[in-house]
């Protein structure tokens, strides 16, 4: 079950992730009425927002926006950064909407920003430690120590999966942000507007996606670990 449970999930994240680049790809086709391209967006929604210490700027790749709330800076992919479309207005605008959160302190943001140093360096070993239980465990016919290293990889699995969780309304949330802004200050047409909803509706989407994943992974290996136990 837990197998089929998996494959369900990988193949949802497989369809929403092709299903994003099509939505950006068409959106990306629909040219701004007012010409700004996606810094432009950026730097008035910032400015509309009274905040004067964040600094948009451009960064190599491709849907490599971000924000970092720790040098306050708007990171802009490239094509976002310099085109003109319903695409960039939406991506912009998000990225905006978390700085926005960051100057008004959001708590699901400085709830996710105080996991991030923790989940950065736990998730990069908290299945090894798990499996690793499991096995000296079973090598030693003593599941005590074995079981207390799992367990300890189980927990830093735990805080991956709560890190998941709490992205969601903070994406869900800048997206609002965003969509209100370009809706109230007339910044896009009826039509760049509904090209500019979809595309975060289903950016928003491959989030929840992930942190089903990574609930489906702590299940599982929570049974592993204590499944077996009286």
Known sequence: MFYIIIGVIALASW???NTLQRKFKKYSKISLRNGMSGAEIAEKMLMDHGITDVQVISTPG?????YNPKDKTVNLSEAVYNQRNAAAAA?????VGHAVQHAQAYEWLTMRSRLVPVVS???RFSQWLVIGG???GAASGDAGIGFFIALAGLFFMALATLFSFVTLPVEYDASNRALAWL???NMVSQEEFAGSKDALKWAARTYL???LGSLAMLLYWGLQVLGGRD
């Open 134 to 136: 499991l096995i000296l």
């Open 91 to 95: 991506v912009a605008a998000h990225e």
């Open 121 to 123: 360096i736990s998730s």
């Open 183 to 185: 809706r109230n200050k």
């Open 209 to 211: 996606v992930a942190a």
């Open 15 to 17: 369809l929403v992730s």
């Open 62 to 66: 491709r849907l490599t926006d971000h």
